[in-house]
């Protein structure tokens, strides 16, 4: 059983900039959530993706997008980079028998300069 | 809108003592509760969860949590720290689209 994998481990962007980052979820898992973590604080919501389809977004402006591909890997994608969003970027996947439970990759560290 | 509160954003126990970390809910629903724990510079890693089964709830790594209605807690506890324990944890809710709500985190210290 392969884990959730994510890529970059980390990135450097300077503000403005747009930056993409990919997730592959866990084997037989079809939906994939995506968190943000800033240091020194616990994950936030951003998004879900349900069989390709937004699924619920927490309190996170548009430029934050995102998608679901027919294999159930995923991309955050962030545009106009701003310094405050310099964080762990963290993707849950969940699905089959353990619906409610979210298995987390290793996260993307993204640093706007 | 389901939260959870962790008491304390720091705990310091000696090696072989008790650990004991805070965590309390808001839910209108019957809550799925979870503790994650977080190494440095890593993923979140599951200890347990609470899904309205047993409510002693026993996990990875010798850790267990009770959940309390009346109190609307879920305080995780070890009966002996050890150092490789010391690491950043996280209590956390499950709301109605399985998003998770996660706390401030606890960073918990296990001095020799």
């Known amino acids: 059983e392969t884990g959730v994998t994510q890529s970059p481990t980390h990135l450097i962007k300077t503000r403005g900039q747009q930056v993409t980052l990919r997730c592959s979820s866990q084997s037989g898992h079809n939906t994939v959530s995506w968190y943000q973590q800033a240091l020194g604080q616990g994950p936030q919501f951003i998004f879900q993706?349900?069989?390709?389809?937004?699924?619920g977004r927490g309190n996170f402006p548009p430029r934050f997008s995102g998608l679901q591909f027919p294999n159930y890997s995923s991309e955050l994608n962030v545009n106009a980079l701003e310094l405050d969003d310099s964080a762990l970027y963290l993707c849950a996947s969940s699905g089959g028998d353990r619906a409610n439970e979210q298995f987390f990759g290793p996260g993307t560290r993204l640093t706007v300069l | 809108a389901q939260s959870v509160t962790q008491l304390g954003s720091h705990v310091s126990v000696s090696e072989g003592a008790l650990v004991l970390l805070r965590c309390n809910y808001s839910?209108?629903?019957?809550?799925?509760l979870f503790w994650y724990v977080q190494y440095p510079n890593q993923g979140l890693q599951l200890l347990l969860k609470?899904?309205?089964?047993?409510?002693l709830v026993k996990g990875i790594n010798g850790f267990e949590a009770e959940f309390k209605k009346s109190e609307t807690s879920f305080h995780l506890t070890k009966p002996s720290a050890h150092m490789s324990d010391a690491a950043e944890y996280f209590c956390a809710v499950s709301g109605r689209n399985n998003d998770m709500r996660f706390g401030a985190g606890t960073r918990l210290t296990v001095k020799p």
């Open positions: 993706y349900y069989r390709e389809e937004e699924n």
């Open positions: 839910s209108s629903v019957p809550p799925y």
């Open positions: 609470y899904t309205s089964a047993a409510t």
